[in-house]
């Protein structure tokens, strides 16, 4: 059956009535004596009866009051008394075995039913009803009848009756136009695809009341209308575990191959009373676009239905959701309070932020979220708030979302093999035009840490390999000095739509990027400039190889046919025109740096451009170190492997900015 | 005879609720049931599913067409009660048990509710659903 739908409610409705009228038999047969005075009993005698399919029909004489106290000589037909046509189910005539004269309460809920041409009213639902034994004179004749069957007669319905659903005085409808009904404000036209589930019930704008109302159950027809103000990714085996046993995400079955990971859609929802709500829908396939989401459907309106609580969580236990929560905080437009009437709406400067949150997911099958994508932007939507690097650096907070634009300039893997790669984290070296602009005081070029419950799409991670990127980071976190990105961080490639560009300098970035020079200051796991004379070489280091052209393996081996040749196991190909990679330890004496001894790793493929320090290796057919020393190196982009103070050593690597 | 009477004012009753409030209240949903028994729930999800579809040939002539459950095409009449499936000439022609079938009965539920898809066919392509239907009964 449909979710939502109106056979489910109808189920529902009836298994409820039918526990109700075995609850009422079985109290009718421990109580003889229900007191028929009783309001909305309906006390009927039955002058005649017949059938029609496996309805009973029994016309009937309303009684004012219980025959009980009357005499059975007054019990006699007043043609005063209203007539009656009660319908009785197949079942219900079946326990009334009633016959002509018989007096039936009917208890409620029965429902009555006015005919257009008849004046007889109709009374249906007539599932509590009870025979009435007049008086012990009238029960040995109640015996005697019991023994001879009853003939009722059956009505044939003729199949050339159909219905008429249309109101006969209303000549202006043709019967089988499109509605034109005047009355209705909306037409119900067959292609109107707003029109959705039949019938549910009217949407409810708190978060709360549906969830307190409806208990963990679900919701099966109630539906909630809340704004979006966030869309990002959770990754699954991180996602709160329901009723699935052990650790299996959420989404086992769809992973057909090992990459990308599961993840799971996720919405951040706010309703009318600035409630918040985590809403899970459906795991993302690699072809999915996060960034597709966002722009869609963050801050718009929608409406959530067949809604399952996961669990609800207080800021203690989901640090992350609520520094996410935190940021929207206070809401941007007054929120209804509940309780008070609504026409008093409280400001909002006074609201303590929320202190618990609840997870909600759909029921498994199908999503029950309608995005209005064509609806204007909900007030209620407070886009994320972008600064530059500066002010982020400066910010006083520990555990605070921000948001920013910057370029990207180097990106570092972290490069431990236990560890799958869809789970490794990643530095990335990030820049904008506050930074750059700046002469003294801070650094260039911050170092962005992603760690592996941060979502990235395929696009991203492409886009980071390829070159230098611009890049949006949604809601990143910035604490203890260092920004880092988590669960609920998005990366994107595209400035969104709206943002608040709280005075930050959104400008692109003129001229060459500049980096830091190597000091005194200089940390590990930076990058940094530098600058200096080779006072050294460390012969030991000196390799260099040939790799493959078209997938970089560096493990070339000779061919057993041509001992010239040298052959790629994994392309399973001959490598024509090898890539030369070249590896070197040097020496340097910084002045920027002067008591520490500056080793720099220097490699690079010679496909490429060609660097200050290996060009001149390079060129050296057999290079000596004499020709070497003494020569100054300028302007090196380097990363910072390690720094120790005894001995005083800084190990560096030299880098290709993206 | 009244439970024509009956079950029309019912339908009646719904098209009228479900025009001004867009929904069905509870009290009708039950005296569907109560009417019309075990054919109710079926004909609401049939309903639900938007199963029902309205043919019309350029002359005006009306068929209804139903996909049941199973996935097979129904025919029913709009002149007369009739539909093509086992429980119609089961329950109503033999037995008389039932007033329509769960079929007609969503027919009447979907054009109570605006449910019902449209569809506009030929002359020939309505005589040929009607003919195909006598065939698989001879």
């Known amino acids: 059956l449909c979710r939502g739908g109106l056979a489910e409610r109808l189920c529902r409705l009836q298994n409820r009535e039918r526990s109700a009228i075995s609850f009422w038999r079985h109290q009718c047969l421990s109580d003889d004596k229900i007191p028929p005075d009783k309001s909305g009993v309906l006390i009927v005698k039955i002058l005649e009866i017949f059938e029609e399919c496996t309805i009973q029909v029994a016309i009937c004489q309303q009684l004012e009051q219980s025959p009980a106290t009357l005499s059975p000589e007054d019990a006699v037909i007043n043609a005063e008394e209203p007539i009656l046509k009660v319908l009785f189910t197949r079942e219900t005539a079946a326990h009334l075995k009633s016959r002509p004269q018989d007096v039936i309460h009917i208890y409620p809920p029965w429902q009555k039913l006015l005919l257009q041409n008849a004046d007889v009213p109709v009374i249906m639902n007539t599932y509590f009803s009870q025979k009435v034994l007049l008086s012990e004179h009238s029960e040995a004749r109640e015996k005697t009848y019991g023994l001879t069957k009853m003939l009722i007669r059956k009505n044939i319905i003729s199949l050339a009756q159909t219905f008429r659903l249309d109101d006969v005085d209303d000549k202006s409808h043709q019967e089988f136009s499109d509605n034109q009904v005047p009355c209705a404000p909306q037409t119900h036209n067959n292609g109107d695809s707003k029109w959705h589930p039949l019938a549910l019930s009217a949407v409810n704008d708190s978060l709360l009341e549906m969830v307190e109302s409806q208990g963990a159950v679900g919701w099966r027809e109630a539906q909630v209308q809340v704004v979006i103000q966030r869309v990002y990714c959770l990754p699954a085996r991180e996602g709160y575990r329901s009723h699935t046993q052990g650790n299996k995400p959420l989404c086992a079955a769809s992973v057909t191959n090992s990459d990308p990971p599961n993840v799971r859609l996720c919405l951040l929802v706010q309703d009318a009373y600035g409630m918040f709500s985590e809403v899970q829908l459906q795991s993302l396939s690699s072809t999915d676009n996060i960034e597709q989401y966002c722009r869609r459907w963050e801050g718009k309106s929608c409406c959530l239905a067949g809604i399952k609580i996961l669990q609800r969580t207080t800021r203690g236990r989901a640090l992350g959701l609520f520094s996410l929560i935190d940021s929207l905080w206070p809401p941007v437009v007054p929120v209804k309070v509940p309780g008070q009437s609504q026409d008093s709406e409280m400001m909002t400067t006074n609201l303590p932020p929320p202190s618990f949150c609840y997870i909600l997911t759909v029921q498994s099958g199908e999503i029950h979220v309608e995005v209005d994508e064509e609806e204007q932007i909900s007030n209620l939507y407070q886009p994320p708030a972008v600064h530059g690097l500066k002010e982020i650096l400066r910010i006083d907070g520990c555990n605070e979302r921000c948001s920013f634009w910057a370029q990207v300039l180097y990106r570092r893997l972290q490069t431990k093999h236990s560890v799958p790669i869809d789970q490794r984290e990643m530095l990335l070296f990030v820049t904008d035009s506050t930074l750059q602009n700046v002469v003294h005081g801070i650094p260039k070029v911050v170092a962005v840490s992603v760690t592996a419950s941060c979502v990235l799409s395929m696009e991203i991670i492409e886009a980071l390999s390829a070159g230098s990127r611009l890049v949006f980071f949604k809601d990143a976190l910035w604490g203890n000095g260092r920004i880092i990105c988590v669960e609920r961080t998005v990366l994107l490639l595209q400035k969104p739509l709206l943002c608040s560009a709280a005075g930050a300098d959104l400008s692109e970035l003129t001229g060459p990027v500049r980096l830091d020079e190597l000091d005194s200051t200089t940390q590990a796991s930076s990058v940094c400039a530098l600058r200096g004379t080779v006072v050294g070489v460390n012969e030991s280091t000196a390799f260099s190889w040939p790799t493959c052209n078209r997938c970089g393996n560096g493990k070339l081996e000779v061919c057993p046919q041509d001992r010239e040749l040298l052959y790629c196991n994994q392309c399973s190909e001959v490598v024509t025109t090898p890539v030369l990679k070249m590896q070197l330890e040097v020496f340097l004496s910084c002045p920027s740096r002067s008591q520490s001894t500056v080793k720099v790793k220097v490699w690079h493929e010679i496909s490429a451009a060609l660097f200050v320090l290996l060009t001149m290796l390079l060129f050296l057919q057999t290079y000596e170190v004499q020709s070497v020393l003494g020569k100054e190196v300028g302007l090196l982009n380097c990363y910072v492997h390690s720094i120790t103070s005894h001995p005083n050593c800084v190990a560096l690597e030299e880098i290709v900015l993206l | ?138």
Request: hydrophobic share 40%.
């Open chain 2, 1 to 138: 005879s009244t439970l024509p009477a009956v079950a029309e004012e019912l339908l009646r009753e719904i098209k009228k609720a479900f025009q001004e409030t867009s929904q069905v209240p509870d009290v009708l949903l039950l005296g569907l049931k109560f009417i019309f028994g075990p054919s109710a729930v079926p004909a609401l999800d049939l309903v639900d599913q938007r199963s029902v579809t309205r043919l019309r040939s350029p002359s005006g002539r009306i068929l209804y067409q139903v996909l049941g459950s199973s996935g097979k095409l129904y025919t029913c009449y709009s002149s007369c009660h009739f539909c093509t499936c086992p429980a119609f000439g089961f329950s109503v022609l033999q037995k008389s048990e039932s007033l329509l079938c769960k079929h007609i009965l969503a027919v009447y539920l979907s054009q109570a509710m605006g449910a019902c898809q449209e569809l506009a066919v030929s002359e020939e392509q309505l005589t040929n659903i009607l003919l195909a239907e006598e065939e698989d009964e001879g």
